[in-house]
């Protein structure tokens, strides 16, 4: 069990460009999260994915928020036009879920921190 | 959805126990109960996670009364390296939703 690992750890760029960032999970976990978590406050989720389906994409922050799965394996955090506001911890989670087990819990990677100048 | 409500901080001592109590008086049928915890600049780390009654893994033990209303994590014998944010969490795993949390300082 590798973890969850995520690329990069930290991210600085300007605003108004466009930054993408990567979520290894769990190999065997079929689950994958999003969450961003500002400086004091706890994650707030954003989005997931089963497989490769992204079953909830109502909470991401806006459309210039987007993510994909395409393989069902690692996943991507794209930020279009980025502004200030978007400066925060960006995590990812992945768990196993089956209609057997049903409830497990999500393990963390330790995020990508976005700073915009 | 099920809001939780946690001490904003706790101090304690090195060899102590620890109890974080953590109220949540709508939590539905479905809804676990789970407890993570943070350091600076790092993921969230599973602890425990539980549904009634009491439950114990090596690093703590989650109690939850039968009216499920609430629940107490418990971490014994504390050491400075506990020293983190901890939250809990009600709900099924593919929405958790995180409060504030509860920041322990374990002092020497």
Sequence with gaps: ???????????????????????????E????????QTLGQGPEFLTYFQNEAQLEKSRLLSDRFSAERPKGSFSTLEIQRT???DSA?????????????GNQP???GDGTRLSIL | LAKTTQPISMDSYEGQEVNITCSHNNIATNDYITWYQQFPSQGPRFIIQGYKTKVTNEVASLFIPAD??????????????????????????????????TRLTVKP
């Design chain 1, 29 to 36: 976990h079929n689950r994958l999260y999003w969450y961003r």
């Design chain 2, 68 to 101: 499920r209303k609430s629940s107490t994590l418990s971490l014994p014998r504390v050491s400075l390296s506990d020293t983190a944010v901890y939250y809990c969490l009600v709900g099924e795993n593919n929405d958790m939703r995180f409060g504030a949390g």
């Design chain 1, 89 to 101: 911890m960006y995590l990812c989670a992945s768990s196993s879920w089956d209609r057997g087990d």
């Design chain 1, 83 to 85: 502004e200030q506001g």
């Design chain 1, 106 to 108: 999500q393990h963390f």
């Design chain 1, 1 to 27: 069990d590798t973890g969850v690992s995520q690329n990069p750890r930290h991210k600085i760029t300007k605003r108004g460009q466009n930054v993408t960032f990567r979520c290894d999970p769990i190999s």
